[in-house]
């Protein structure tokens, strides 16, 4: 069968969107690093515009949902993640937001160079005893902690099409130990502009941030990490499903 003149057209449009963002990546990148290097704080500026020129240039539009601007500080944010678009959507949503990534990112130069400009901290989930003494050292970083939200993504990957991955612990044991709130985040939509594995053949269209009512953590100790995060997980997926 032949693909109709609609097929097509997309088709067409997300080879032509997976151009703009490689050039988008290949220029931006090292701009966010000399960026922050002149001036502090200029980096991730430099980021958010080159986010929303890129996703204009490619018909990506961000809906963002809930929580009021003057809301987000000092929160622990768990989304969900369906594709690479959820890093941008979120960065978009809240442009102060600090990621915790898997350490493996930072194997990429340019990339981890980028990452540590706008104050993003590596985690080895592939290493338990590692990932806890990373955890600690970030517990204790009371500039880190105080410094704005601190996103995580807690099925530590990218989920396969139409699934989700079981929700890891780390994001609640951060919010329990430093007394943050927990903001579970429903990230919808991404995956069909933007598959896993994808290749940077994105398509045009509207990716939907919400964000759900926070979570006091005050009170709580480590034992309560496990129920917290099921019930976040919980709330986050059904969120995910709201509009599927």
Same mark, same amino acid.
């Given at each position: $069968?032949? +693909?109709? &003149?609609?097929? #097509?057209?997309?088709?067409?449009?997300? =080879?032509?969107?997976?151009?703009?963002?490689?050039?988008?990546?290949?220029?931006?990148?090292?701009?966010?690093?000399? &960026?922050?290097?002149?001036?502090?704080?200029?980096?991730?500026? /430099?980021?958010?515009?080159?986010?929303?020129?890129?996703?204009? $240039?490619?018909?990506?539009?961000?809906?963002?949902?809930?929580? +009021?601007?003057?809301?987000?500080? *000092?929160?622990?944010?768990?989304?969900?993640?369906?594709?690479?678009?959820?890093?941008?959507?979120?960065?978009?949503?809240?442009?102060?937001?600090?990621?915790?990534?898997?350490?493996? #990112?930072? !194997?990429? +130069?340019? #990339?981890?160079?980028? $990452?540590?400009?706008?104050?993003?901290? %590596?985690?080895?989930?592939? @290493?338990?005893?590692?990932? =806890?003494? =990373?955890?600690?050292?970030?517990?204790?970083?009371?500039?880190?902690?105080?410094?704005?939200?601190?996103?995580?993504?807690?099925?530590?990957?990218?989920? %396969?099409?139409? =699934?989700? #991955?079981?929700?890891?612990?780390?994001?609640?044991? /951060?919010?329990? !130990?430093? &007394?943050?709130?927990?903001?579970?985040?429903?990230?919808?939509?991404? @995956?069909? /502009?933007?598959?896993?594995?994808?290749?940077?053949?994105? !398509?045009?269209?509207?990716?939907?941030? *919400?964000? /759900?009512?926070?979570?006091?953590?005050?009170?709580?100790?480590?034992?309560?990490?496990? +129920?917290?995060?099921?019930?976040?997980?919980?709330?986050?997926?059904?969120?995910?499903?709201?509009?599927?």
């Amino acid at each position: $069968m032949h +693909p109709s &003149g609609s097929e #097509l057209r997309t088709a067409l449009r997300a =080879q032509y969107n997976r151009i703009i963002v490689s050039i988008g990546l290949l220029v931006l990148l090292p701009v966010v690093v000399i &960026g922050e290097k002149v001036r502090a704080g200029s980096g991730r500026s /430099l980021l958010r515009w080159g986010v929303s020129i890129v996703a204009t $240039m490619c018909g990506i539009r961000f809906d963002i949902r809930g929580r +009021p601007a003057e809301d987000r500080r *000092e929160a622990v944010l768990v989304p969900n993640h369906s594709s690479l678009l959820d890093i941008p959507a979120l960065f978009w949503a809240d442009p102060d937001v600090r990621f915790v990534a898997t350490a493996g #990112l930072f !194997r990429i +130069p340019v #990339l981890a160079a980028a $990452m540590r400009a706008v104050g993003t901290v %590596p985690i080895d989930r592939h @290493d338990h005893e590692r990932a =806890q003494d =990373q955890l600690d050292e970030l517990v204790g970083r009371r500039d880190f902690v105080a410094g704005g939200d601190v996103a995580m993504f807690a099925e530590g990957g990218i989920a %396969p099409a139409g =699934q989700r #991955l079981p929700f890891k612990t780390g994001a609640f044991s /951060l919010a329990i !130990r430093t &007394g943050c709130p927990v903001v579970p985040v429903a990230i919808r939509g991404s @995956d069909r /502009l933007l598959p896993p594995k994808g290749r940077l053949l994105v !398509r045009s269209g509207v990716v939907i941030v *919400e964000f /759900l009512d926070s979570i006091v953590t005050t009170g709580l100790t480590l034992e309560d990490r496990h +129920p917290l995060r099921d019930h976040v997980c919980e709330l986050v997926c059904e969120a995910v499903l709201a509009e599927a």
